[in-house]
Nanobody, 124 residues
Framework: QVQLVESGGGLVQAGGSLRLSCAAS????????MGWFRQAPGKEREFVGA????????YYADSVKGRFTISRDNAKSTVYLQMNSLKPEDTAVYYC?????????????????WGQGTQVTVSS
């Protein structure tokens, strides 16, 4: 089992930045792909980005490419989502997810473990 706890969400003005963190605990000695997803009110959960175990492979949704950056520190069992140039349409609950795989998935159903989510609100 892996437990994930997100932090770093909050209220920010459009154009601002936030950095989300996701700390993993439990069986973290295996290689894990980590992903970030988000869900806005009335919408389905959508992929934001993902990173492989070594950090050398990353994928991003087109809507965040060039603005968001995923990184990880395996020594700290933590993955980060740096969000710059935030827009009101980025408002959502952001979830991190983990999957014990070397494949970097971009779909939610492939991930076995999920955090509780952190709210990000971008005001115009």
């Amino acid at each position: 089992q892996v437990q994930l706890v997100e932090s770093g969400g909050g209220l920010v003005q459009a154009g601002g930045s936030l950095r989300l963190s996701c700390a993993a605990s439990g069986r973290t000695f295996r290689p894990y792909t980590m992903g970030w997803f988000r869900q806005a009110p009335g919408k389905e959960r959508e992929f934001v980005g993902a990173i492989g175990w070594s950090g050398s492979v990353t994928y991003y949704a087109d809507s965040v490419k060039g603005r968001f950056t995923i990184s990880r520190d395996n020594a700290k069992s933590t993955v980060y989502l740096q969000m710059n140039s935030l827009k009101p349409e980025d408002t959502a609950v952001y979830y991190c997810a983990a999957d014990p795989s070397v494949v970097v998935f971009r779909v939610a159903y492939e991930y076995d473990y999920w955090g509780q989510g952190t709210q990000v609100t971008v005001s115009s």
